[in-house]
């Protein structure tokens, strides 16, 4: 309503009458306000209720909403009245009774008040629609007010009877929903128009927003007229609404937004009623809903942009006006100065002459001062900079700008801070100070070297400052640096070489004795340095290498390398000669001569030579015990087999069984011999089981004391959870029994025999000359050592070799440590010896230690038995008398034997045979086809056939010709006729599970 104002003493107090009348305009403008307000309200509220479908007083369509918020935003709170009374009209004369038209009333009249007061609070009023945050807090509270009309309202209307109180949800989403649109609709073209001034368009403008009125008349006629075939839900083209709507908040203003949202309202609602358009539903009140919600949130949006790029607008024009003002105030300044600028012009052109005379003398000493390679400066009496030319700025990092805030403790490294202060603090006392060189860091980081010299400067006999030359020498101390750095790793090269670095002079005395030559020779450098070279020869060959080395001198050559020349010798301090390789240098520097020598110590070398032309002298006779194996094999075969089939048709008192058992151990002992033989040379069939040493020892104890007598105590010592090795068990027994018949022999007036097992694990650092070609992991030892009567070192180098014994004739082969020499290098291990006369011996065997379980033997049978077997077996074998003895243990044994003496023969044979042939029993090496091309074919024609090759050859050897894979069966000669059954009666079970 509005408060008088305040009168003044020098006023006249008005009228009476002009008082009465001014009240009486007041009232008749407040009634006229209030009757217009009623007026339209009541006429947009009768044309809301027309689409009232849930129930007469409840329309999806209630423009009053917006009206009356609009009012209560441009007139006040003051203008209920005329909101209460027309809402009240309307329902009255709609439905109803008066209670309700009263609840109705005051619902919609709170509205307005709980919406205007909101909006005046939170979102600034009248201009809550010129920022796009007020925009969405006013549509938030035009939300929040219409929840109170819609629960006041429909909850009179069910109260009253007037409604069901079924129909509640839908009525008050009905009622909330048209009041939020219409209040988003109505109030911004309301108050838009009312308080925003409208800027004269421009005829482009003008031309623009008629363009866009018609396109979107255009869009609203083609979706909502029926005109055009688009009008079906399943079109969902109403969103071609939005970007007319953006252009039009974009490019005109919120008042074009505002009339343009209701002239697209008022189309959608006149098509959705005539059931046009792509809102239209089975139910009027859903096509009303979804309409009404679609022009909310499009309202919403466009007003929402419009808003944005007025506020941008607005920012702009701010800022235009701001820019004027300050060019403004810039020309006013610009003017002032021109002034000033003309007054000192005069005093300027009046000092030129005496600044011109100034300026080249200053140019004189700049260019000194700038041309120096040298950095020159100046500081002042707190050290503080005060110029600085550019080798300065160049070499410290730092700008002549920067120079003034630079002080010398800031660029002056801090190891060097006390000296530079001292030498400043001296200058400032007149004392003369000589050149001193310092360290800086740059502004980089960088450290520099440099050398200063410097003076007092003073002006009437007052210091002023100080005056500076620095010489960067970096080069220099980077020289010294690198010089110091050689002669530090030269050092270090001398120190950690492994070879011996000996330099002498002319004179021959030690000048460079590094600790490869301590270790070699047993000097320490400090007793040996300035001794003659003659003390580390030989006496014998001191003269000699004299005479050398002055011939090597007078040579034009400046170096001899390491093996160019012959073998050389050394003598240690302790006297013990060793022979060497030398590689030899010549210096003459300044007219002196020095010779330096590098020194290798060959001892280790030259004893792997030693070792490996025993191997070499070792291996050859393996292969000659290898080429020999096959011949002998099948003889032996031939005199075991005939022996076994004959002793078998004598009584045991026939003196003739006698003879035969004489044969047959002559066989054995040159099977014996043959398998120590391929033992030795790492030729024969090992069978390899996971086993243990222990075990394996534990298992002889009962044979070793027959073996050794009863005058030599026997003790065994295990490691316990010693390691697994993989090994022949059989073979490590010979191992065992050899070495345990060796002690013996060595204790013949009684002793002690240790055989002793423990895990070891060697690295690099464990090598000895006797472990030195031992490869690094984990072992199994085995230690069998006799306090006997010991060997001396040439026996103990010879121990090994075949046919090598101490024993007398008739009473040693010398193939017994020859065989465990084999026997030990085919399992992978190492074995060696160390003894001393009357001190005893012990050898040493290495197996590798393998992670596992031990393997558990099966039992086998050596009895020759009748079978009544039909199985039929097709031998093939070159030698005759082989071929016989095999033919006749399976015959006795009951298989039907196919007899071929070559491969092409048996082909031929099998081809022949109308039966089924079960088995192939074939040499390996025959004339013409071999034993494997044999199997191959037979094999390609009957997948069924079973394979068993023999040969007196060894595995390794077949393999590394390629005659038989290892997993194929495989019986090695010489071999008795039951090991020959007990074999085939192995591969044909097999061949019969496996079918």
């Known amino acids: ?183 988003l609709l109505i109030t911004p073209l309301l108050v838009i128009w009312t308080v925003q001034p409208q800027p004269a368009w421009k005829r482009a403008q003008s031309l623009e927003a008629v363009c866009a009125l018609l396109a979107l008349l255009a869009i609203a006629l083609w979706l909502f007229s029926g005109w055009f075939p688009v009008n079906s839900p399943d079109l969902q083209l109403t969103f071609l609404c939005g970007p007319l709507l953006i252009w039009v908040a974009f490019r005109l203003s919120p008042r074009e937004v505002a009339t343009a949202n209701v002239v697209l309202s008022g189309w959608v609602l006149w098509g959705t009623l005539r059931g046009l358009g792509p809102f239209v539903r089975p139910s009027p009140q859903q096509s009303l809903l979804l309409q009404q919600t679609f022009l909310g949130v499009l309202s919403l949006m466009a007003l929402v942009a419009a808003a944005a790029v ?135 980081g960088r450290r520099v070297a440099l050398e200063i010299r410097s003076q007092l400067l003073s002006r009437n006999g007052v210091p002023t400052g100080m005056l500076g030359i620095a010489r960067d020498i970096s080069e220099r101390k980077h020289a010294q640096l690198a010089q110091r750095l050689s002669d530090a790793r030269l050092a270090g090269i001398l120190e950690i070489a492994e070879d011996g670095i000996v330099s002498v002079d002319e004179t021959h005395r030690i000048s460079v004795f590094n600790q490869g030559a301590e270790r070699i020779f047993g000097y320490a450098a400090a007793e040996i340095l300035g001794q003659p070279l003659a003390r580390l020869l030989p006496a014998h060959l001191a003269e000699q290498h004299e005479a050398h080395v002055r011939t090597f001198a007078g040579s034009g050559e400046t170096a001899r390398r390491m093996g160019e020349r012959r073998e050389i010798f050394g003598r240690r301090k302790d006297g013990t000669v060793f022979p060497a390789e030398a590689s030899i240098s010549k210096l003459i520097l300044h007219g002196e001569t020095t010779f330096t020598a590098i020194v290798r110590d060959v001892t280790a070398s030259r004893a792997l030579e030693e070792q490996l032309r025993q191997a070499q002298k070792l291996e050859a006779v393996g292969r000659l015990a290898g080429g020999i194996a096959h011949d002998f094999n099948n003889l032996l075969t031939i005199v075991i087999g005939m022996s076994d089939l004959l002793r078998a048709e004598f009584s045991d008192g026939d003196p003739r069984r006698q003879d035969i058992e004489e044969i047959r151990k002559a066989a054995d002992s040159g099977a014996v011999l043959t398998r120590q033989l391929l033992a030795f040379g790492r030729k024969q069939t090992l069978r390899p089981q996971l086993l243990s040493l222990s075990a394996t020892l534990a298992g ?28 022949d068990p059989t073979q490590i027994e010979q191992i065992v029994l050899n070495l345990a018949a060796n002690a013996r022999d060595a204790m013949a007036n009684g002793g002690t025999l240790v055989l002793e097992t423990s895990n070891v694990t060697l690295d690099d650092k464990e090598a000895t000359p006797k472990l030195m070609n031992v490869t690094p992991g984990p072992y199994v030892q085995l230690a069998i050592s006799d306090n006997g009567t010991g060997m001396d070192a040439e026996t103990q180098a010879r121990i090994f070799e075949p046919f090598f014994t101490t024993k007398a004739r008739g009473q040693g082969t010398g193939l017994g440590l020859a065989s465990v020499y084999g026997i030990v290098k085919q399992s992978g291990g190492y074995v060696w010896v160390d003894s001393e006369l009357q001190r005893g011996t012990t050898f040493k065997i290495l197996l590798p230690r393998i992670e596992g379980v031990a393997d558990v033997p099966a039992a086998t049978s050596s009895r020759l038995e009748p079978s009544d077997g039909s199985d039929t077996v097709l031998l093939a074998e070159d030698n005759a008398s082989v071929r016989d003895v095999a033919c006749r243990a399976l015959k006795l044994r009951g298989y039907q034997v196919l007899e071929a003496t070559t491969g092409d023969d048996a082909l031929a044979l099998a081809s022949q045979h109308a039966g089924r042939i079960d088995l192939l029993v074939t040499d390996v090496v025959m004339p013409g086809m071999g034993g494997r091309e044999l199997a191959t074919r037979l094999v390609a024609r009957n997948p069924r056939i079973a394979v068993l090759f023999m040969s007196g050859y060894a595995e390794n050897q077949i393999m590394h010709h390629d005659l038989v894979d290892l997993g194929t069966a495989f019986l090695d000669k010489p071999f008795t006729p039951a090991q020959l059954v007990a074999k085939v009666d192995e591969v044909l079970r097999g061949r019969a599970t496996s079918h």
């Open 310 to 444: 007025a506020e941008r607008k607005r920012a702009e024009s701010a800022v235009l006006q701001a820019n004027e003002a300050l060019e403004d105030r810039v020309a006013e300044r610009t003017a002032t100065l021109q002034q000033t600028n003309d007054m000192l012009s005069d005093r300027i052109r009046k000092h030129q002459t005496t600044e011109e005379a100034l300026r080249r003398s200053d140019e004189r000493y700049r260019q000194l001062f700038e041309s120096a390679n040298d950095v020159i400066y100046t500081t002042d009496l707190q050290g503080f900079f005060t110029s600085m030319n550019r080798a300065g700025e160049r070499i410290s990092g730092y700008s002549r700008d920067e120079a003034p805030s630079t002080h010398i403790d800031h660029i002056v490294a801090p190891e060097y801070l006390t000296l530079a202060r001292q030498m400043f603090a001296r200058k400032l006392h007149g004392e003369v100070t000589p050149a001193f060189e310092i360290e800086i860091v740059t502004k980089q």
């Open 700 to 727: 002889m104890q009962t044979m070793l004391p027959r073996l050794i007598g009863e005058h030599i105590k026997l003790a065994l010592v295990s490691e316990p959870h010693l390691g697994l090795i993989r090994a």
């Open 1 to 183: 309503m509005g408060s008088p104002l305040p009168l003044t003493k020098s006023e006249p107090l008005p009228k009476v009458e002009s008082i009465r009348e001014m009240a009486g305009r007041r009232v008749a403008r407040y009634v006229a306000v209030c009757t217009a307000l009623a007026a339209v309200y009541i006429a947009a509220g009768k044309l809301g209720l027309g689409v009232a479908l849930v129930h007469a007083s409840v329309t999806a369509v209630w423009p009053p909403t917006g009206i009356a918020l609009a009012a209560l935003l441009l007139f006040g709170t003051r203008v209920w009245p005329g909101i209460f009374v027309a809402a009240f009209l309307v329902n009255a004369t709609t439905a109803g009774n008066l209670a309700t038209s009263m609840a109705l009333g005051v619902g919609n009249t709170l509205e307005a008040i709980v919406g205007g007061a909101l909006v005046h609070r939170f979102a600034h009023g009248r201009a809550a629609f010129e920022r796009a945050d007020n925009v969405v807090k006013f549509a938030a509270f035009a939300a929040a007010a219409a929840t109170v009309s819609a629960t006041i309202g429909t909850t009179s209307l069910a109260w009253g009877g007037v409604a069901p109180w079924t129909a509640y949800e839908a009525m008050w989403r009905t009622w909330w929903l048209g009041d939020t649109v219409g209040a």
